[in-house]
């Protein structure tokens, strides 16, 4: 079994500043991760992801996310915030190998991403 | 360009009536998702389809049914045993199961109740 839990369902901040969206997840296998940004009434953009090479990966616009194990958390961070990041961001997991969650993700409930000028 | 095509953007159902909602793909993408989308509750997987003619029910099946004739089709029908179809609907796919690669969407098709 997987989940996601994403801490705060809305976040708001300045142009320029730093941009931290949390995710922890639950998985009884190692997991793949994946945080995905979805603008209004469009589909959903992959911004990174991480199989297990390293722990600090890098994504488009700027972001990226650490996987910490022990934490079970992979979070998503910007150092400096632009009014374009305004959107909705979602925490994916799927199982790494074998089980009834292989192959399928599992998403959070989404954070909406606030930015003020 | 390649990408997942949904069709209509907007639909809408009248009560007792059967929709069917379009996703194509022209990405040679073997597995294929649909996926549900309400307020403050991510995503929810209905229906996914690992090759052609084989689909699987995901978390949330109950009033659609779906159907894999062709690689690059997975037609979602919504059906009137859905009692609360209003949603955001998402299709989306990847290369293969193997799951560290990751699901490209299309830009979803909104339906309401007439």
């Known amino acids: 079994a997987q989940s996601v839990t994403q801490l705060g369902s809305h976040v708001s901040v300045s142009e320029g500043a730093l941009v931290l969206l949390r995710c922890n997840y639950s998985?009884?296998?190692?997991?793949?991760l994946f945080w995905y940004v979805q603008y209004p009434n469009q589909g959903l953009q992959l911004l990174l992801k991480?199989?297990?090479?390293?722990?600090l990966v890098k994504g488009i616009n700027g972001f990226e996310a650490e996987f910490k194990k022990s934490e079970t958390s992979f979070h998503l961070t910007k150092p400096s915030a632009h009014m374009s990041d305004a959107a909705e961001y979602f925490c994916?997991?799927?199982?790494?190998?074998?089980?009834?969650?292989?192959?399928?993700?599992?998403f959070g409930q989404g954070t909406i991403l606030t930015v003020h000028p | 360009d390649g990408g997942i095509t949904q069709s209509p953007k907007y639909l809408f159902r009248k009560e007792g009536q059967n929709v069917t909602l379009s996703c194509e793909q022209n990405?040679?993408?073997?597995?294929m998702y649909w996926y549900r989308q309400d307020p403050g509750q991510g995503l929810r997987l209905i229906y996914y389809?690992?090759?052609?003619?084989?689909?699987q029910k995901g978390d949330i099946a109950e009033g659609y049914s779906v159907s894999r004739e062709k690689k690059e089709s997975f037609p979602l029908t919504v059906t009137s045993a859905q009692k609360n179809p209003t949603a955001f609907y998402l299709c989306?796919?990847?290369?293969?199961?193997?799951?560290?690669?990751?699901?490209?969407f299309g830009d979803g098709t909104r339906l309401s109740i007439l």
């Open positions: 998985s009884s296998v190692p997991p793949y």
């Open positions: 389809s690992q090759i052609v003619n084989d689909f």
């Open positions: 990405l040679n993408h073997d597995a």
């Open positions: 994916a997991v799927s199982a790494a190998w074998g089980g009834t969650s292989y192959g399928k993700l599992t």
């Open positions: 989306a796919s990847k290369e293969h199961t193997n799951s560290n690669q990751p699901q490209h």
């Open positions: 991480y199989t297990s090479a390293a722990t």
